[in-house]
DNA sequence: TAGGCGCCATGACATCTGTCATGGCGCGAT
DNA sequence: ATCGCGCCATGACAGATGTCATGGCGCCTA
């Protein structure tokens, strides 16, 4: 018997997804919780096997907290449960040591299946994301860029992104002039929308 | 014996919610879809009572998909099931003459709940929604101006809109400062996000 | 039929953005 | 110990953006 923790934040689709896992004879749903900072007390009392966890999560996103989980835990597999496909995405889960990457767009049976297959030591990946992963490249951007570019995401200007960062307006304007040449952006908001597809943010 | 037709563009997702359904005694999913423009045919097919639509869908949004469904087939009950609790979508679904509207982060039992409800006639909405959607008041943009500001919502240059919507770019600019002014926001990218907030793109 | 409004346009203006050159500081690698 | 690079900063410039006044056209409504 499989023992399962399922992290997710919205309900309905969490119990959608352990109703779907319940009907498998050899899989149990022993904890789930819906915040990224619960995953790792969870896995301990229930003692869970495979950690199926999404990214986006209140508390902590699912990528720190199978980083959290990996060190903590190393004998709990981890599989990764997202929305979207985005290369920086699975790039980053695959350094942190995940044992799968899955969409959610995959068809259903592949979710038991992979639960198996990590078991037995196995990474599962989809083939297609994996090679636009890698033809997309890693991130370019530093630190501060990202930083920067983040703070720029929601529409601040110049001037508040500069006094929240506690930078100067001339400072911000180089990181983000870097931030759209490195993303061959053709402004601020097109880079912000670039970096996002891609994961970086 | 409810009849349910599910419509949901992630595969994973909609198997799960399937099994959840199929767990209770009174509700058979008979058919399922994966695109918005795939609803009417199914539902004409299968004879759902229920469709249960999902808004974020490829071919036609869920939203269309209802007004479509609610026009040729006006005795099949309509519930939205959306991700984002956005105000301008409850509006729009409400208006359109959907009978529930429910978000996936609301806990699993009021799928099920919701289904039974509006086969009794019943209009089922999340009230805190509804209060939000009623406080945040309807859309102020006007038709050629949500254009616009769709067109800029992917980081176009003014020029770029222009050419792509065949105005000049005066008139570019004056509707883009006409869709600042009216969502209080700071500037063009500001407002392409309070609009997506709300629901109205 | 007169007014209101959406839509399109022009021109002028102030401000914001993006780019570039330049330089200082600290850190890690060769 | 020198080089490269991330990081921060300044100043200057061109071009993009946001605002405003103004006006024409068509449509609907009072």
Redesign the interface.
């Known amino acids: 018997m499989i023992n399962v923790l399922l992290a997710e934040?919205?309900?309905?689709?969490?119990?959608?997804?352990a109703?779907?896992l319940?009907?498998e004879e050899d899989i149990r749903v022993v904890a789930q919780v819906a915040r990224g900072d619960e995953v790792l007390q969870a896995v301990r009392t229930s003692g869970a096997d495979v950690a199926l966890l999404d990214i986006e999560m209140p508390g902590q996103d699912g990528l720190a907290a199978a980083a959290e989980l990996r060190r903590a835990v190393p004998g709990c597999r981890i599989v990764m449960?997202t929305?979207f496909g985005r290369p920086g995405y699975l790039r980053r889960a695959m350094e942190l040591g995940a044992d799968a990457f899955?969409?959610?767009?995959?068809?259903?049976a592949?979710?038991a299946d992979a639960v198996r297959r990590v078991l037995r030591g196995e990474r599962v990946i989809d083939p297609t994301l994996a090679a636009t992963a890698l033809s997309v490249g890693a991130d370019p951007l530093t630190e501060r860029e990202r930083d920067v570019l983040r703070a720029a995401a929601?529409?601040?200007?110049v001037s508040e992104i500069a006094s929240r960062l506690h930078l100067s307006e001339g400072t911000v304007r180089n990181h983000l002039s870097s931030c759209i040449g490195k993303t061959h952006?053709?402004?601020?908001?097109?880079?912000?929308?670039i970096a996002h597809e891609n994961g970086w943010l």
Do not use: I
């Open positions: 934040d919205q309900a309905m689709v969490r119990e959608a997804l109703a779907l319940g009907l449960l929305t899955l969409v959610k767009d995959a068809p259903a592949q979710l929601d529409g601040s200007t952006a053709r402004n601020r908001a097109d880079a912000v929308r």
